[in-house]
Every structure is written in C-alpha cells, then in structure tokens.
C-alpha cells in the first residue's frame, strides 16, 4: 500500500473519515461494542453461519426446516454482493422493525422479526454498527427451497396482518426494572419463543401457550419454560445450565440449546442472565403440552 | 476321559454359557446398565467442562485421570443399544434403530473425542485441554440431538 508514501491519498481517506464522522455523529452513530453483545443475545450467528467446522461467522447457510420448506439463513457480513454491504442504516432497520427488504418485499417469518420487532431503536443502531464492523465475505446465499405456495412472498402480508404487530418493545410500568429487562431479553432479543412457544397450523405462535413448549415440526422435544416446569429447578442449577448446558448430574445437553447457550446465554452478563430468569419465573405457568 | 478333553469340554462349556448370557441379558437389565454408563461420563466429564469455563479451578490431574475413565466409559453404553431394547422405557429414540448408521456415526464421534481429550491430557496443554473438553461436550450433544428424548 502506499498510504504512508502519497499524501493525497492519505489526506483523500482523512477527508472522508471526517465526513463519516460528522455524519454519524449527527445521527447519534450506534456503538459496535455494544451492538457485539446484542448480537450475541440475539443469537443471530446461529442461522446466519453454516453448520460445518471452520464456517465464516455471519456469512449465512444455515438450513432451518420448517413444514413451509427449507429456509436458509443469509449472508449479513458487509460483503457489495452477497451480503448487506450496499444497505443503509434505515434498510437494516426496517428489515428488523417491519420485516422488509430494502426492496420492499416481505421476508418470510422464519427470519424471526415477530420478535426482533421489539427491539429498541438504540439497539438497533448498535447492532448495525456492530454488523458493518465484521469483514465481509463472499460466500454468496443459498436460495429457499419451498413447498407450493409458500415460496409467493406477498402470502406474507396475510400473514402479517394476521399475526404481526411492529413496533419496540414497551417496558410495563407495573412491573419491576428486572423484569422488563428479564422480558426484553427473552422476548425482542433472545426470540425464546420462536421455539419454545407451539405454532398453529398457520406456523404463528399459539399466544395462549407462550413458552410452554412442545414439539417442533421434525416431532423433537421443546422444553416449557414456564414456572410448572422451572420450579422444579433452582436458580443456581439453572445458571449453571444456562452456562455450562449441563445439568447438575453431569447430563450433557442436547446440541440445538447447546448451540444457544454456547453463543447467547453463557454470554450474557450476569444481570442480564438474572432478569431473564426473573422474568421466566413471573410468567404465566402452563402445563405441558399434550403428547 | 482324558484331562485334555476334559478341559476343552469345560472351556466350551463356559463358553456357551458365557454367549449365551450376553444374548439373553434381559432387556431392562441392558437399558439400565447403558444408563449407569451414560450417569458415570457425566460424573467424570461434569468437573472437567466446569475446569474448561473457568467455573472451577483448573487441576491437571484430576482431568488426566477423568479423561482416561471417559475414554473406556465412552465404549461402554452402545451394546446395550440392541434392537430388544426397543420396548423398554427410556428416552432412547427409535432413530437408533432406524438411522443406525447416523447413530454410529455420533458414537465414533464421542468415541474419538474422548480418545483425543485423555491423549491432551497426557500432554498436560491446558488451552488444548479445554478446547477438547468442548469437542466433547458437543458430541455428546450432537448424540442427545437426534438420538434421545428431549427432557
């Protein structure tokens, strides 16, 4: 590079990171450290890596099975091509508040805005920070395979209309700081429910099941988290697991909410991890499932 | 009759009845004794994840010797995976029986895994040593994934 040795390029690069930063100073730029953490308690590495040893983080491929279809996750590393290089900050936050495309076409529910729509706005701009940071990459997207007639995007809006309600989280003033964190994190970041809350046959969460778990589509097991299953459990033996995913006999978790532990709920600082257990504590119980 | 004879007579016998009480080990007897084996890998796998995350402190020894246990244990359960287990209560799925390949497959797994974690615990290279015990840990859950009943 010859940065060090020409001046006019090395004052053109100063010029323009002036600009930027008058610019995102302007708009109250997010804060990529922070938005690191939410990414984290999002768990957005999950769908948006491959699932194969020495995969690029963030650069999509990951295939979730649904009874829709296959759905692979996207490449969201900065990359002009295959990733979300050419988006602005409005297009991010519109794709997470209202589930668009920059385009304006829908994006099917498996990319789970019914939660990420709560998200706040500083969040939001935290997280994009954080996105732009990443190195970009390549690896260009794997398209959605799915059944008849699921594939036709404007079905979503019916869907939406139906089941979707944009717009950020709102804290309920009769409950404590604690909990509206604990539900924050469990319901706009941590999209608990996309899993742990039954569908109907619509795919939809079943509002009057929140968190009571289940089967999910391919028949394996989901946990209910409400306190007729928790109160079983200490607070201690369920940090440790949500730490560690081992109980306390030693039994090893199964490798979906291990996934999940390693990359969010071992990640979360201690009060955060707290809140979302307080909060989970104060939800409505609910027996099981039927089998 | 001869000494020989009668000691080749013997030795078959035992060794009739010796196959004979594999292939007859009842069903419930086979579950119960996978599942000893499956609460012993947690009894010697729990301190060294709890090392690996820094939740207690890293003991050089106590993991040498709990990898070598983990390794001969990590052999143990799957005869006790037979077909006449089917019927039996736990929380096996029947995909052990209908993917046996795939569930062969996650038993060479942890059963490498392990074999890796007790040879780098000879070697005493603690950052490698927890890097392996997270190999481990998600064998043993890539296993429970598909092959157990979640709880």
Same mark, same amino acid.
């Given at each position: 590079?010859?940065?060090?040795?020409?001046?006019?390029?090395?004052?053109?690069?100063?010029?323009?990171?002036?600009c930027f930063?008058?610019?995102?100073?302007?708009?109250?730029?997010?804060?990529?450290?922070?938005?690191?953490?939410?990414?984290?308690?999002?768990?957005?590495?999950?769908?948006?890596?491959?699932?194969?040893?020495?995969?690029?983080?963030?650069?999509?491929?990951?295939?979730?099975?649904?009874?829709?279809?296959?759905?692979?996750g996207?490449?969201?590393?900065?990359?002009?091509?295959?990733?979300?290089?050419?988006?602005s900050e409005?297009?991010f936050?519109?794709?997470?508040?209202?589930?668009?495309?920059?385009?304006?076409?829908n994006?099917?529910?498996?990319?789970?805005y019914?939660?990420?729509?709560?998200?706040?706005?500083?969040?939001?701009?935290?997280?994009?920070?954080?996105?732009?940071?990443?190195?970009?990459?390549?690896?260009?997207?794997?398209?959605h395979?799915?059944?008849?007639?699921?594939?036709?995007?404007?079905?979503?809006?019916?869907?939406?209309?139906?089941?979707? =309600? +944009?717009?950020? &989280?709102?804290?309920? !003033?009769?409950? *404590?700081?604690? @909990?509206?964190? $604990?539900?924050?994190?469990?319901?706009?970041?941590?999209?608990?429910?996309?899993c742990? =809350? +039954?569908?109907? &046959?619509?795919?939809? !969460?079943?509002? *009057?099941?929140? @968190?009571?778990? $289940?089967?999910?589509?391919?028949?394996?097991?989901?946990?209910?988290?409400?306190?007729?299953?928790?109160?079983?459990m200490?607070?201690?033996?369920?940090?440790?697991?949500?730490?560690?995913?081992?109980?306390?006999?030693?039994?090893?978790?199964?490798?979906?909410?291990?996934?999940?532990?390693?990359?969010?709920?071992?990640?979360?600082?201690?009060?955060?991890?707290?809140?979302?257990?307080?909060y989970?504590?104060?939800?409505?119980?609910?027996?099981?499932?039927?089998? | 009759?001869?000494?020989?004879?009668?000691?080749?007579?013997?030795?078959l016998?035992?060794g009739?009845?010796a196959?004979?009480?594999?292939?007859?080990a009842?069903?419930?007897?086979?579950?119960?004794?996978?599942?000893?084996?499956?609460?012993?890998?947690?009894?010697?796998?729990?301190?060294?994840?709890?090392?690996?995350?820094?939740?207690?402190?890293?003991?050089?020894?106590?993991?040498?010797?709990?990898?070598?246990?983990?390794?001969?244990?990590?052999?143990?359960a799957?005869?006790?995976?037979?077909?006449?287990t089917?019927?039996?209560?736990?929380?096996?799925?029947?995909?052990?029986?209908?993917?046996?390949?795939e569930?062969?497959?996650?038993?060479?797994?942890?059963?490498?895994?392990?074999?890796?974690?007790?040879?780098?615990?000879?070697?005493g290279?603690e950052?490698?040593?927890?890097?392996?015990?997270g190999?481990?840990?998600?064998?043993?859950?890539?296993?429970?994934?598909?092959?157990?009943?979640?709880?």
């Open positions: 590079m010859s940065l060090r040795t020409s001046p006019a390029a090395a004052g053109l690069l100063l010029f323009a990171l002036l930063v008058a610019l995102d100073g302007a708009l109250a730029q997010g804060d990529a450290k922070r938005g690191q953490y939410l990414a984290k308690a999002g768990g957005c590495v999950g769908c948006h890596t491959e699932d194969r040893e020495g995969a690029v983080a963030f650069a999509g491929g990951r295939a979730l099975k649904t009874p829709f279809g296959t759905f692979y996207p490449n969201i590393t900065p990359d002009q091509k295959a990733g979300i290089g050419r988006w409005a297009d936050i519109q794709a997470m508040r209202h589930g668009l495309r920059p385009d304006g076409a994006y099917f529910p498996a990319f789970p019914p939660s990420f729509t709560k998200i706040t706005d500083a969040d939001l701009k935290d997280l994009w920070a954080y996105l732009r940071s990443l190195s970009p990459n390549a690896r260009a997207n794997t398209p395979d799915l059944r008849f007639p699921f594939g036709w995007r404007w079905l979503v809006w019916i869907w939406k209309w139906l089941f979707f =309600t +944009p717009g950020p &989280f709102q804290p309920d !003033p009769a409950k *404590s700081g604690i @909990l509206n964190r $604990g539900a924050y994190l469990v319901d706009a970041l941590g999209h608990c429910g996309e742990h =809350t +039954p569908r109907n &046959f619509l795919g939809a !969460p079943k509002s *009057s099941r929140y @968190l009571a778990g $289940g089967k999910l589509p391919d028949g394996k097991g989901v946990p209910n988290l409400t306190p007729t299953r928790l109160k079983k200490s607070d201690k033996d369920l940090k440790d697991f949500l730490q560690t995913g081992q109980t306390p006999d030693g039994d090893v978790v199964a490798e979906s909410m291990g996934e999940v532990i390693r990359n969010t709920t071992s990640q979360l600082t201690p009060p955060d991890l707290e809140a979302l257990l307080a989970l504590r104060s939800v409505a119980p609910l027996p099981e499932e039927k089998k | 009759m001869n000494n020989k004879l009668a000691a080749v007579t013997f030795a016998l035992l009739a009845v196959l004979d009480a594999a292939a007859q009842k069903p419930e007897v086979m579950v119960k004794q996978r599942q000893a084996v499956m609460t012993l890998q947690g009894k010697y796998f729990g301190p060294m994840a709890g090392m690996a995350q820094g939740k207690i402190p890293y003991n050089a020894q106590v993991v040498q010797r709990n990898a070598a246990f983990l390794e001969a244990l990590s052999k143990m799957w005869d006790g995976f037979d077909p006449s089917k019927g039996e209560k736990s929380n096996a799925l029947p995909a052990i029986w209908d993917k046996s390949g569930f062969k497959q996650a038993v060479e797994r942890l059963e490498s895994e392990a074999a890796k974690l007790a040879q780098v615990a000879k070697s290279d950052g490698a040593v927890k890097a392996q015990v190999a481990v840990g998600k064998s043993c859950g890539g296993c429970h994934e598909n092959f157990r009943q979640k709880q």
